[in-house]
Structures are given as C-alpha cells and as structure tokens.
C-alpha cells in the first residue's frame, strides 16, 4: 500500500516551515507517480490515477506560490538586485525548493519522447512564472531581465563590427545602408521557429539594436534552398510544427521567445541599472521594418503586431492558425484586435480566418504592400524616409505610442495569463490530436 502523505492545509506564512512540509508532499507525490506504467502504457484507471495525482500536486503548488512567490522571487534575485533569465530561473527555483518546479534531468527525461506521451512536468514550470509574473514588482523584474541583451550578443557585435557580417546559423545579420538587417535563415523548414532558432534570432536582434553604425533594423525570411518555395524568400512559417509533435519545443521556448526576441522588437533592449518602464524608465530601441515575402504564418504575423513598419509582396498572406495548433498564438492575442478590431481578431485567432495582405484588412497590417520584384526597392526607400530626418524623433514616438497601447504592466499582465494558459495547452490532448488531423504531423520527418 501507497504511503500517502496529505497535502498542507494551507500555506503557513513560514517559508522555510512551508517548504519543507509541501516539498515532502510533492516528494510522496512524484513517487506515487512512478510506481504507474508511463503514459503510453497506462490502461484507463492508470491514467485517471496518474491525472489526479499530477493535479493535486499542481494545485499544491499554486496554493505554495500564492502566498510564497515573492519571498521565493526575492531569494533567487538577491532582492531583485540580480537578474536571472527565466530558463535559469525555473531550475534554480527547483533547487530552492524541491518538487515545486521540474529538475533539468526531468525535462530532459520527457524531452526524449513525443509530445503526447509526455506526462506534462513543465507545466509546473508554467505555474511558476505565473505567479512570479502577476505579482507586480517580481513581474516586471522578470521582464526586465529578459529584455537586457543576451550574454553571448557582445561577443556577437564584435565580430559584426569587425566583418560587416555575422553567421548565427538558423539567423544571419548583415547591413543594408542605414540598416542592420536580421534574416531569418532556417531553410529546411521555411524559416520556421524552433529550439534550434530561439537563441540565434535573439542573439541577432540584439545585436542588430547595439550596432552603432545602423540607425535602424530590418526583419526579413531568406532565400529557401529547395522544395516548394525554392529561390524564394519566405518570412516566417510560424512555430516548427513537426518538433512541437515530436516533443522537440520545450515549454520555456514560448516565454523566452514572447518575453526576449519579440518584446526586444517592441520595446527595445533594457539596461541593467534602470527600469524599462516607458514612464520612468529608459531603453535601447531602434526602429524595426519587418518585410513579408510568401507568408507570415502564426509567429510571423504575431511579429508584425510588434515592428514599426511593414512591407509586404502583394502576393503574401498571414494566418494565425491558432485553433489548428491548440496553443495560443503568442502576444497575438493583446496586439490584434488594435490593428483590425476585436471581431476580425477573434475570427483570424479562433477561425483561422486567412488575410491576404493586400487587402483592407491587410493594409491595417502592412503599411505598404508592392509587387513581390519591387520588395527590395521599397526595404530601401522606407530606410531612407524613417532616418533623413533622423531617429530621435521617431524614438520617442514609438515610445510614447506604446504607452498609450500597451505600457509596460500591461504586457506583464497579459504575459502571467500566457504563462499558465499555455502551459496547459502545450501538453493538451486536443494539441496533439490537431497536429496529426491538420498537419498529418505523425507522417512527418522531425
């Protein structure tokens, strides 16, 4: 017979005296767990089993965090004097307090099967940052780390600076005139986002803002090798569909993403000593141009809610495939519905309702829409319009209309929600069942 310990009552308000007592839960807990088959082998009372005990431990863990959070917060940061990014943060809060928060040596035992047998212990990773993400100060100082340039992205400049030029891989970086350009290179899956991707894109994005000898950035898909599309540009396929199938996009990847590369598109790289904040804060922007070639799928279109200014070939579309996924499509769902209203939004988001960019709805999206040969011409004629009268001005335009649409704490909000809900529907039923019925996915080569 199971030796059951009972789940606290309640969190006391002692943090070291509620540590221990709700870790030695989660402990029994975990052990229960793995006395099961594994999910592919439970029979239907194995799997009821294994769901109650995972829930039951879940909601152990928000009862911990929604009195202990800040405090936990506090220990990691050294009082918010330090900053921690969140794939570092998770771990070491699994250190802190035992069975609060996944191990990496149990990520990384569910990272070796698919996703639909996975038993979901990143989802605890979700409950974490939700609450460190809702409470205001923890949450914008998470925030603000992510936004601070990437450790590697000095080293990165550098040999930019020194070769006008720089090979990230899956992202590469080069100058246009005024420009830094970011392309976005990972071929075989037509400039998809994946695991293999995350760090090159930031890291390329960071360095495209620091450069001091561009006044602005550029986002743009390159040239695909084969296939299809071959010896054409593509923008962004969206989230590598067939790796989320094959378990190979890890939870964390949709935070770092939201709350690194995409938000340093809108807001700009932070600085250590002073808040990011529009209002009291300051930052390191540059304007950024994204151009569409072929389609903005899912995370495509999501980053041209986030870029000054966009140029697409009149053949392009965009999608936000989200009801087909079964995940919600990034910050998406906070920027939309201000370029096309709520109605149009609910329909691309909940619909998969396909918008052609040039289109009236389009157009409220891409502000100049030209035949596909004329792409390159455009890309250079908007760099000399948004920098001949230079780009202090525009700086601080972009600022001031971000604040009045979507200030600081307002992201932060909305990304506390992201954090919990997503974590849910990365390890859905419904996740798997769409990617094999919309995307034949288990037919696919990962």
Not at 170 to 185: F, I, P
Request: with cysteine; charged share 25%.
């Amino acid at each position: 017979m199971d030796s059951v310990v009972s789940m606290p009552a309640a969190a006391s308000g002692d943090f070291a005296a509620d540590a221990a007592s709700f870790s030695a839960y989660w402990r029994n807990q975990a052990a229960r767990l793995a006395k099961l088959p594994p999910k592919p082998d439970r029979d239907a009372a194995a799997f009821d089993t294994a769901e109650t005990i995972k829930q039951a431990a879940r909601d152990a863990r928000f009862a911990f965090l929604r009195v202990h959070a800040r405090t936990l917060y506090d220990r990691l940061t050294n009082g918010r004097r330090k900053f921690v990014r969140l794939e570092q943060l998770v771990y070491e809060a699994a250190d802190l307090v035992p069975g609060l928060a996944p191990t990496r040596a149990e990520v990384a035992a569910e990272a070796e099967v698919r996703q639909g047998e996975k038993d979901g212990c990143e989802i605890d990773q979700g409950i974490l940052c939700n609450q460190f993400l809702a409470d205001p100060d923890c949450g914008r100082h998470l925030c603000h780390a992510m936004l601070l340039p990437r450790p590697e992205s000095a080293e990165a400049l550098a040999k930019f600076q020194r070769d006008g030029h720089l090979d990230l891989g899956t992202a590469k970086v080069e100058r246009q005139g005024k420009a830094a350009v970011l392309l976005l290179s990972n071929g075989r899956f037509l400039n998809a986002e994946d695991n293999a991707t995350q760090v090159a894109t930031e890291i390329g994005a960071d360095v495209c803002i620091l450069d001091p000898h561009s006044q602005m950035a550029v986002l743009r898909g390159n040239v695909v090798p084969h296939g299809k599309y071959a010896g054409r540009r593509v923008f962004n396929a969206g989230i590598n569909l067939t790796h989320l199938y094959y378990g190979k996009i890890p939870f964390l990847w949709f935070l770092i993403r939201d709350l690194g590369f995409v938000n340093k598109l809108m807001r700009g790289l932070a600085r250590p000593d002073v808040t990011p904040d529009e209002a009291s804060g300051d930052s390191i922007e540059k304007l950024w141009i994204s151009a569409v070639d072929t389609f903005a799928i899912g995370g495509g279109c999501q980053i041209l809610l986030a870029t000054d200014f966009n140029i697409a070939a009149r053949d392009a579309y965009m999608t936000l495939p989200a009801r087909k996924e079964g995940i919600i499509p990034g910050m998406a769902n906070l920027r939309l519905s201000r370029f096309v209203g709520d109605r149009i939004a609910r329909q691309a988001i909940m619909y998969e309702r396909r918008i052609d960019c040039d289109s009236d709805v389009g157009r409220m999206i891409c502000d100049e829409v030209v035949a596909p040969e004329d792409v390159d011409a455009a890309i250079v004629r908007v760099i000399d319009r948004l920098t001949t009268s230079g780009v202090v001005g525009a700086t601080g335009n972009r600022r001031a209309l971000r604040v009045a649409v979507e200030p600081f704490d307002t992201f932060r909000q909305y990304a506390a929600v992201y954090a919990r809900e997503q974590a849910w529907c990365h390890f859905s039923p419904a996740l798997i069942s769409n990617l094999e019925h919309y995307w034949n996915a288990q037919s696919r080569r990962a």
